[in-house]
């Protein structure tokens, strides 16, 4: 397991931009965000191979959203552009033992980080 600190949550209007960041301890891994709205499950967002390379987004963020990493300094980034409303959320950075079957392998979370988009 590895210790997870996000940070970079905040309001926003429609349109506007956030970054969130995600520091971890230890080792580098798989690492990925989800986030869980109000009274709705937790979803998957992105996911980040452990040297950058490989990335995926759930449809309803690609083309806005752009996850990325810097292991020098052991944090991964989820830079969100174009938020809507529906964006609102908790964000949770998340390691995961394997990219390729990120969602089932996850073995760390962050605490979690408030993004709120208004109309």
């Known amino acids: 397991q590895v210790q997870l600190v996000e940070s970079g949550g905040g309001s926003v209007q429609a349109g506007g931009s956030l970054r969130l960041s995600c520091a971890a301890s230890g080792r580098n891994f798989p690492m990925g965000w989800f986030r869980q709205a109000p009274g709705k499950e937790r979803e998957f967002v992105a996911r980040?191979?452990?040297?950058?390379?490989?990335?995926s987004y759930a449809d309803s963020v690609k083309g806005r959203f752009t996850i990325s990493r810097d292991n020098h300094k052991n944090t991964v980034y989820l830079q969100m552009n174009s938020l809507k409303p529906e964006d609102t959320a908790v964000y949770y950075c998340?390691?995961?033992?394997?990219?390729?079957?990120?969602?089932?392998?996850?073995?760390?979370w962050g605490q979690g980080t408030q993004v709120t988009v208004s109309a």
């Open positions: 980040i191979g452990t040297f950058g390379i490989n990335t």
């Open positions: 998340a390691a995961a033992s394997a990219y390729s079957n990120f969602v089932n392998t996850v073995h760390s």
